[in-house]
């Protein structure tokens, strides 16, 4: 059984920075692409970052230049660095893998 554990959202300040970690088990991780999204109040899920299992990574236009993926097989870990972060960037970010998503983990970039 998959099981998937965000961590280390929280309240920050506009041009703060936040890493979020998702932690899988039960399943081999390393073989597919590991991704985040996100869902703003009021808004639909949308795709924030994806990295394959060699290491390449995809962003949303939002993200490119604020945010980084990475990703450690050993660990069965994958993150999400967020940097200068904006108040539109407030959401509950998922991580996923496959049709596998963890139970969110709530972000508020407020002053």
């Known amino acids: 059984q998959v099981q998937l554990v965000e961590s280390g959202g929280g309240l920050v300040q506009p041009g703060g920075s936040l890493r979020l970690s998702c932690a899988g088990s039960g399943s081999t991780f390393s073989i597919y692409v590991m991704g985040w999204y996100r869902q703003a109040p009021g808004k639909q899920r949308e795709l924030v970052a994806t990295i394959s299992r060699s290491g390449y990574a995809s962003y949303a236009d939002f993200a490119k230049g604020r945010f980084t993926i990475s990703r450690d097989n050993a660990k069965n870990t994958w993150y999400l660095q967020m940097n200068n972060l904006k108040p539109e960037d407030t959401a509950v970010y998922y991580c996923?893998?496959?049709?596998?998503w963890g139970q969110g983990t709530h972000v508020t970039v407020s002053s």
């Open positions: 996923n893998w496959r049709d596998d």
